[in-house]
């Protein structure tokens, strides 16, 4: 058995009889995750499980939470009850189906997202959001904007309807809800391959990020970045994020080559991103053979 299958079937013994109305919410944003997993590359079996789990402590007494959350989550949803079901029900995730922390996290933060979260998390929080069975008018035009392809204003729109819905109801955003917001707000803009390469390096604090601009010398592509790291950790983050962001945006990768090693090569068909760690960029002198090339150096 798939752990999507035995995800479902939990639910569905939870909620079959009392809760039919939760049952087909949980369905709607299983749909919706799987369509979004399949749009933009990520894990359909995660996704689904995720989806199906995500609700999964949504009627559980709040009182249940002593002895499974830390004394900081628990202080942190009495602030925000509204927390309390998504934490728990992570913790059944991890009790009851597996141990993937990236469906986890999906689960634990669907709620509103938190800054830099992954894309299956961003997925799980949309998809909870716009599912076809949520008929308010702000859910219906975020999910008109979903399907026509903008991922990320989707998010940021939804975001701006929750905050607003807080301040109507005299409640506080977290403050996270105002990083996410602020975060996808600038990701919800138009930006170019470049623009969102040198983004996801910034997130990771690469260093030394110089653009050359090769248009004139190599019939393949049309600009070389090269960037400094410390460790393969670091690495492994930015091509993470770029892959799960050109997506979205619409780019594709045709290859990395260097996973987990010292210099890692990401052929992003218009621009070559070359990431070093810096010793083996000292080591190779790379930006030599590119010293007559027109270059653009980022600040830090």
């Keep these: 058995m798939q752990l999507s299958d035995k995800a ?9 009889k009392d809760h039919e109305k939760r049952l087909k919410h949980v369905f709607g944003v299983a749909k919706m995750a799987e369509y979004l997993a399949d749009k933009y590359g990520v894990d359909k079996e995660k996704a689904l499980t995720a989806a199906y789990m995500h609700d999964f402590a949504k009627y559980d007494d709040p009182t249940e939470a002593i002895g499974i959350l830390d004394e900081k989550d628990i202080e942190e949803c009495e602030k925000y009850p509204f927390l309390y079901h998504a934490y728990l029900s992570a913790e059944a995730y991890l009790k009851y189906v597996g141990t993937d922390m990236d469906v986890y996290n999906a689960i634990r933060y669907h709620v509103f997202g938190r800054p830099h979260m992954s894309l299956l998390e961003a ?10 069975n949520r008929e ?28 607003e819905n807080c301040k109507r109801n005299n409640e506080l955003p977290h403050p996270q809800q105002l990083l996410v917001m602020e975060e996808y707000k600038k990701k919800s803009e138009n930006k170019s391959l470049e623009e969102l390469i040198i983004d996801n390096l910034g997130r990771v604090k690469a260093s030394n990020i110089i ?18 790291v410390d460790s393969v950790r670091q690495c492994s983050a930015v091509i993470r994020y770029l892959i799960d962001d050109l997506a979205i945006h619409n780019y594709k990768i045709r290859s990395v080559e260097g996973k987990d090693t010292a210099w890692v090569l990401v052929d992003c068909f218009d621009i070559i991103v070359s990431i070093f760690q810096k010793e083996e960029r000292d080591h190779y002198d790379i930006d030599k053979v590119y010293m007559d090339y027109p270059k653009k150096l980022i600040e830090e």
Excluded at 125 to 132: H, L, N, P
Excluded at 211 to 228: N, Q
């Design 136 to 163: 308010y008018d702000t859910c219906i035009e975020c999910r008109k904007i979903l399907l026509d392809g903008e991922f990320n204003k989707a998010i940021y729109k939804s975001l701006i309807y929750t905050i």
């Design 211 to 228: 653009v050359y601009d090769a248009k004139e010398r190599s019939p393949f592509y049309d600009k070389i970045v090269i960037a400094s």
């Design 123 to 132: 997925i799980i929080m949309i998809a909870d959001y716009t599912e076809e």
């Design 8 to 16: 479902k079937e939990l639910v569905i013994n939870k909620y079959g």
